[in-house]
């Protein structure tokens, strides 16, 4: 929190939220659907590049204030598997714009300690695509600092069958198929981002009440917010009010806390109105 207050006026509308945020309790990785680009461009009469165009803008500026804040992991879903059906304009302008951002921002990416990385079928993405995002991925592989996964042609349920087939063909490889049990813990560990820790928060924007194939496995607890706010309009204040919620939420992984009040055999029974045995 100490790099965003450094930075911040305390005359800035942001400067209480950020005070107000405990540094203790951070969400260590936030996950975001970044949704609502194309309605952003509609509003404004503006062909859905330009709402791309401005969607690059907040991911510049979340990964910096992600950074900042001393987030651990931010996760953005770029392009899903099913984003293939857009029409080919469309999607060959999403190429152009992560090519452009991502050559433009890498070597201030370099400096600051940033990791990027990629999770999805990345292989089967366009070459020069590919190449730009491995160019990116080694270019900051030995950086420490905020780790970002670009989570591009992803599906969620993909990379489930992905993890499974690979479990499957190891085991073959061993000669250890016939006696193969598949654990959670396999599953996890075969993940496109395997290591990474599950997410605390997601953030979807737009409103949308969806999850849209997106880490399916790794959202299982996670803290969901959603924001009727398009993307491109996504700033410090809604990640900041963002984080201020996750903090009130009370997390218990299906658990209960120390102080909950559990019911004695006789309060059972006297509950279900039936004598004690
Ligand atoms: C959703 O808006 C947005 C996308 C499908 C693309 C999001 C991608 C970016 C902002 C670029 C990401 C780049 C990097 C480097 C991570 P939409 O088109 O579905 O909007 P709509 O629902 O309003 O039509």
Same mark, same amino acid.
């Given at each position: 929190?100490?790099?965003?207050? @450094?930075? #911040?006026?305390?005359?800035? $509308?942001?400067?209480?939220?950020?005070?107000?945020?405990?540094?203790?309790?951070?969400?260590?990785? /936030?996950?975001? *659907?970044? @949704?609502?680009?194309?309605?952003?461009? !509609?509003?404004?009469?503006?062909?859905?590049?330009?709402?791309?165009?401005?969607?690059?803008?907040?991911?510049?500026? /979340?990964?910096?204030?992600?950074?900042?804040?001393? *987030?651990?992991? #931010?996760?953005?879903?770029?392009?899903?598997?099913?984003?293939?059906? =857009?029409?080919?304009?469309?999607?060959?302008?999403?190429? =152009? #714009?992560?090519?452009?951002?991502?050559?433009?921002?890498?070597?201030?990416?370099?400096?600051?300690? *940033?990791?990027?990385?990629?999770?999805?079928?990345?292989?089967?993405?366009?070459?020069?695509?590919? $190449?730009?995002?491995?160019?990116? +991925?080694?270019?900051? =592989?030995?950086?420490? !600092?905020?780790?970002?996964?670009?989570?591009? &042609?992803? !599906?969620? =349920?993909?990379?489930?069958? %992905?993890?499974?087939?690979?479990?499957?063909?190891?085991?073959?490889?061993?000669?250890?198929? @016939?006696?193969?049990?598949?654990? +959670?813990?396999?599953? $996890?560990?075969?993940?496109? !981002?395997?290591?990474?820790? %599950?997410?605390?928060?997601?953030?979807?924007?737009?409103?949308?009440?969806?999850?849209? &194939?997106?880490?399916?496995?790794?959202?299982?607890?996670? +803290?969901?917010?959603?924001?009727?706010?398009?993307?491109?309009?996504?700033?410090?204040?809604? #990640?900041?009010?963002?984080?201020?919620?996750?903090?009130?939420? %009370?997390?218990?992984?299906?658990?209960?806390?120390?102080?909950?009040?559990?019911?004695?055999?006789?309060?059972?029974?006297?509950?279900?109105?039936? $004598?004690?045995?």
């Amino acid at each position: 929190m100490k790099a965003l207050l @450094d930075i #911040l006026k305390p005359t800035s $509308s942001d400067w209480p939220l950020a005070k107000a945020v405990d540094p203790e309790r951070l969400p260590q990785h /936030i996950a975001v *659907i970044m @949704d609502g680009n194309g309605r952003w461009a !509609g509003r404004r009469n503006l062909p859905r590049a330009a709402g791309h165009k401005a969607g690059m803008n907040s991911v510049r500026e /979340i990964i910096e204030n992600c950074a900042r804040i001393g *987030i651990e992991a #931010l996760t953005l879903y770029a392009f899903s598997v099913e984003n293939w059906k =857009r029409p080919r304009a469309e999607v060959e302008t999403l190429w =152009r #714009l992560l090519r452009f951002y991502v050559e433009r921002e890498l070597p201030k990416l370099v400096e600051n300690g *940033i990791q990027i990385r990629t999770i999805g079928r990345t292989d089967e993405l366009p070459a020069n695509v590919t $190449s730009c995002l491995r160019k990116a +991925e080694s270019a900051t =592989r030995q950086n420490r !600092g905020l780790v970002v996964n670009i989570a591009i &042609n992803y !599906g969620g =349920r993909t990379e489930i069958a %992905d993890a499974v087939n690979r479990i499957l063909e190891n085991a073959r490889r061993a000669g250890a198929a @016939d006696s193969l049990v598949v654990t +959670e813990e396999m599953i $996890s560990a075969h993940l496109y !981002g395997a290591g990474i820790p %599950d997410p605390d928060l997601l953030i979807r924007t737009s409103g949308e009440l969806r999850i849209s &194939n997106f880490l399916l496995w790794q959202l299982a607890y996670t +803290e969901i917010y959603v924001t009727p706010t398009f993307w491109p309009d996504f700033g410090l204040t809604d #990640l900041l009010e963002a984080i201020l919620n996750f903090q009130k939420r %009370d997390r218990r992984f299906g658990a209960l806390n120390k102080d909950a009040v559990t019911a004695t055999d006789e309060q059972v029974d006297e509950l279900l109105g039936v $004598s004690a045995t």
